[in-house]
Structure formats: structure tokens, C-alpha cells
């Protein structure tokens, strides 16, 4: 994992990041929008785990996105319901063929499933650094004093996912090594041994809970007048990056209010005429979702610069 600059930035700044960018993503259903937020999540989520991130993104979300596409134009030629917005309650005009079914397929129903694809994607993109940057530390500072009972939980469930993976793998081994491996046997076999370390690793997690749960309540977690050590600190650098965000979030939210980004795919494709307000609010777009790879990206040159002044010259040959 490379060394992430924006994660060292204050919890509040990180959190209005993602609830900018994370809720831009699902509200805004411009093609651009979307595939700017698309390119914007992957990097950052390729910077922050590596190789990790780019075997996830070809194994799975790959074949996610292939049979996203192609439910949505195999079961509806349409968006969504008049009831949730009426420019999509229109049927698609453009029928290329009629299916087995008796449903047509139109040409509007195939491109709106290509972008509720990508969309999906480009939402567990962005959740995946969100759950790599606001880890549950930073959660509980934010919340534990506003509401304490719901940040425990939520801190305990980011870290769900990662803790069952390595339970699991403990799990798996002790199994295997008293002769009840889950790979080996017959079909029946293996489920019952898979059923059995399934039994264990949530008799673990239920037994983990309690222990946690008794130990924040005995540490005094949630009373009145309790104070917490914190190591974070709302400094000048975490002021201007507030400042950035509020300027290229209220820029994004301004044109969008005013149409700017609006675009329908059915009865057909139509979208606001191309402006300079309109390329403007795309190139705030475009900062926003690149924030912190450009973070990255301007602390890895400083880093570089450094180096270079450190280095001692190299002798000169005689």
C-alpha cells in the first residue's frame, strides 16, 4: 500500500470528501459526471492498494458490471418509474428488436444499463476507499459524542470485513489439520464441514461483540462528561482543503440546480446544451474526484525534490 496523504488530512475533511463524492455519484446520472467520478474512484482506489485493487476490479467488478449491463435492456425498456422521476417514464423510442417475451429492446433501455453499470461499480469503488481512509478510529471521533451507541457499531462494522477474512483462514486451518477439510470429500462433505466453520466463525464474531461491548461500557464509553485522548487537529492545511472542498462541492451543486448537468435517457437522449458553465462545472467535477490523488501526486514530487537535494554530488572523475 502506498503512503496516502489525504488520510492523514482531519477525520471531518475525509468524511465531507466522501459524502461529496459518494453522494454526487448516485444523484447525478450525467454521463460525464459519471465517468469522471469512475476514473477518479478506480485511481485512487489503485493508489491506495495496488495490485490489490487492480486483481479486485478485473475478478469481480469487471463481471459485475458485464451483468449489470445486461439485465436492465433484458428485463425493461425502461429507467425508472414516473414516481421516482418522470423524465424516465417514457418508454424507449428507439426499438432495435423484440424479445422472446414480448419486451422490446430499445436502444435508450441498453445505454441506461451500461451507465446504472458503471454507476454501481464507481459506488463500491468509492466505498472501498472510504472504508480504507476513515477507518474506525477516526469514526468514533467523529461520532462517538454525538452518537455514541450508533459510531460503536458502525466503527465494529468496518471492520467486519476484514477481521472475518483473517477469522476465517485461522479457522479453515485448525479445521484442516484435524482432518476436516473443506476442500477434500465429497460434495456433502464439504458442506458440512463449510457449515460447521460457518457455525464457528459466528459463535466468534457473537462472542467478539460482547467482549467489545463490555469493554467500551466499562472503559465509561457513552456517559456524560467523558473525555478521549485524540491525536487529530484541525491545522491551516485541513482549513484550505475544507476551503477546496466547500468551493468545487457548492460549484457542483450550483450547476447542477441549474441544469446544468441534467441528462434523460428515455424516450430518447437529450442532456443541457454545452457551455462554458457547463465545462466549468465539469472541471470542478474533475477536481473534486482527483483531490486526493493530486494530494498524492504533489507530496510524491516534494518527496522527490528532497531526496535529490539530500543526495551528496557525485565525485568528479580525474
Same mark, same amino acid.
Given at each position: 500500500m502506498n503512503r496516502d496523504t489525504f488520510s492523514s488530512y482531519h477525520p471531518a475533511v475525509a468524511m465531507l470528501y466522501f459524502v461529496l463524492v459518494i453522494g454526487m455519484t448516485m444523484f447525478l446520472n450525467h454521463p460525464v459526471c459519471l465517468g469522471i467520478s469512475l476514473v477518479g474512484a478506480l485511481a485512487y482506489s489503485i493508489y491506495l492498494?495496488?495490485?490489490?485493487? *487492480?486483481?479486485?476490479?478485473?475478478? =469481480?467488478?469487471?463481471?459485475?458490471?458485464? &451483468?449489470?449491463?445486461?439485465?436492465?435492456?433484458?428485463?425493461?425498456?425502461?429507467? $425508472?418509474?414516473?414516481? $421516482?422521476?418522470?423524465?424516465?417514464?417514457?418508454?424507449?423510442?428507439?426499438?432495435?428488436?423484440?424479445?422472446?417475451?414480448?419486451?422490446?429492446?430499445?436502444?435508450?433501455?441498453?445505454?441506461?444499463?451500461?451507465?446504472?453499470?458503471?454507476?454501481?461499480i464507481t459506488v463500491i469503488a468509492w466505498f472501498s476507499c472510504f472504508n480504507a481512509v476513515m477507518t474506525s478510529d477516526k469514526f468514533v471521533y467523529l461520532f462517538?459524542?454525538?452518537?455514541?451507541?450508533?459510531?460503536? *457499531?458502525?466503527?465494529m462494522s468496518l471492520r467486519f470485513v476484514p477481521?472475518?477474512?483473517?477469522?476465517?483462514?485461522? &479457522?479453515?486451518?485448525?479445521?484442516?489439520? *484435524?482432518?476436516?477439510? $473443506?476442500?477434500?470429500?465429497?460434495? &456433502?462433505?464439504?458442506?458440512k464441514q463449510g457449515i460447521k466453520i460457518l457455525s464457528i466463525l459466528v459463535t466468534w464474531a457473537l462472542e467478539n461483540a460482547i467482549d467489545t461491548a463490555d469493554s467500551m461500557k466499562d472503559r465509561g464509553y457513552g456517559l456524560p462528561g467523558r473525555t478521549a485522548f485524540?491525536?487529530?487537529?484541525?491545522?491551516?492545511?485541513?482549513?484550505?482543503?475544507?476551503?477546496?472542498?466547500?468551493?468545487? !462541492?457548492?460549484? *457542483?451543486l450550483a450547476g447542477m440546480?441549474?441544469?446544468?448537468?441534467?441528462?434523460? =435517457?428515455?424516450? $430518447?437522449?437529450? !442532456?443541457?446544451?454545452?457551455?462554458?458553465?457547463?465545462?466549468?462545472?465539469?472541471?470542478? =467535477?474533475?477536481?473534486?474526484?482527483?483531490?486526493?490523488?493530486?494530494?498524492? !501526486?504533489?507530496?510524491?514530487?516534494k518527496w522527490k525534490a528532497l531526496q535529490k537535494r539530500r543526495m551528496p554530488p557525485l565525485p568528479s572523475k580525474t
Amino acid at each position: 500500500m502506498n503512503r496516502d496523504t489525504f488520510s492523514s488530512y482531519h477525520p471531518a475533511v475525509a468524511m465531507l470528501y466522501f459524502v461529496l463524492v459518494i453522494g454526487m455519484t448516485m444523484f447525478l446520472n450525467h454521463p460525464v459526471c459519471l465517468g469522471i467520478s469512475l476514473v477518479g474512484a478506480l485511481a485512487y482506489s489503485i493508489y491506495l492498494k495496488g495490485k490489490k485493487a *487492480v486483481r479486485f476490479n478485473l475478478a =469481480y467488478m469487471l463481471p459485475l458490471l458485464v &451483468i449489470t449491463a445486461l439485465i436492465n435492456p433484458a428485463f425493461s425498456h425502461q429507467g $425508472v418509474t414516473a414516481a $421516482v422521476n418522470p423524465a424516465f417514464s417514457h418508454e424507449g423510442r428507439t426499438i432495435l428488436r423484440y424479445l422472446p417475451s414480448g419486451n422490446p429492446l430499445t436502444l435508450e433501455s441498453i445505454l441506461y444499463g451500461i451507465c446504472a453499470a458503471f454507476l454501481l461499480i464507481t459506488v463500491i469503488a468509492w466505498f472501498s476507499c472510504f472504508n480504507a481512509v476513515m477507518t474506525s478510529d477516526k469514526f468514533v471521533y467523529l461520532f462517538g459524542r454525538i452518537i455514541p451507541a450508533l459510531s460503536l *457499531v458502525l466503527s465494529m462494522s468496518l471492520r467486519f470485513v476484514p477481521r472475518f477474512t483473517a477469522q476465517i483462514k485461522v &479457522i479453515s486451518n485448525a479445521q484442516k489439520c *484435524v482432518g476436516r477439510d $473443506v476442500g477434500s470429500g465429497g460434495l &456433502i462433505k464439504r458442506a458440512k464441514q463449510g457449515i460447521k466453520i460457518l457455525s464457528i466463525l459466528v459463535t466468534w464474531a457473537l462472542e467478539n461483540a460482547i467482549d467489545t461491548a463490555d469493554s467500551m461500557k466499562d472503559r465509561g464509553y457513552g456517559l456524560p462528561g467523558r473525555t478521549a485522548f485524540s491525536i487529530y487537529r484541525f491545522d491551516r492545511r485541513d482549513k484550505w482543503a475544507l476551503l477546496f472542498l466547500l468551493l468545487c !462541492g457548492g460549484g *457542483v451543486l450550483a450547476g447542477m440546480f441549474a441544469g446544468k448537468l441534467k441528462f434523460v =435517457y428515455m424516450p $430518447v437522449l437529450s !442532456g443541457a446544451a454545452f457551455d462554458l458553465w457547463q465545462a466549468g462545472v465539469f472541471a470542478l =467535477y474533475l477536481a473534486l474526484c482527483a483531490m486526493p490523488v493530486l494530494l498524492n !501526486g504533489k507530496e510524491g514530487i516534494k518527496w522527490k525534490a528532497l531526496q535529490k537535494r539530500r543526495m551528496p554530488p557525485l565525485p568528479s572523475k580525474t
